[in-house]
């Protein structure tokens, strides 16, 4: 089982900049394949903002690009989200996400769980 919390979220004028964190609750840190930040505006489906994939690979969603960074402390069980250069459109919902394996990989056994932090709210406006 893994529990996700998130913090860090606010009200921010376009341009400025906030700073998402989200802490891991998990046995085995090493066990966790993907995590990062998802979100979601009333407008628009869940959609991926950026996440860590298989060690050190990164993936960003092509809005994002340039001006937000992620970032993680796998010893403390963080990941961060730095944001810059906000804009009204990054209005959304922050959800974190991680993506556990259990069993041997390629065995019979092998499965991906899905979890969910609670999601922290990101407001851009004048």
């Known amino acids: 089982q893994v529990q996700l919390m998130e913090r860090g979220g606010g009200l921010v004028q376009p341009g400025g900049s906030l700073r998402l964190s989200c802490a891991a609750s998990?046995?085995?840190?090493?066990?966790?394949?993907?995590m990062g930040w998802y979100r979601q505006s009333p407008w628009n489906a869940r959609e991926l903002v950026a996440v860590?994939?298989?060690?050190?690979?990164?993936d960003y969603a092509d809005s994002v690009k340039g001006r937000f960074t992620i970032s993680r402390d796998t010893a403390k069980k963080l990941v961060h989200l730095q944001m810059n250069n906000l804009r009204t459109d990054d209005t959304a919902v922050y959800y974190c996400?991680?993506?556990?394996?259990?069993?041997?990989?390629?065995?019979?056994?092998?499965?991906?769980?899905?979890?969910w932090g609670q999601g922290t709210q990101v407001t851009v406006s004048s």
């Open positions: 996400y991680a993506r556990q394996s259990r069993g041997p990989r390629g065995s019979y056994y092998y499965r991906e769980y899905d979890f």
């Open positions: 998990v046995r085995d840190m090493s066990s966790i394949v993907t």
């Open positions: 860590f994939r298989n060690a050190d690979i990164t």
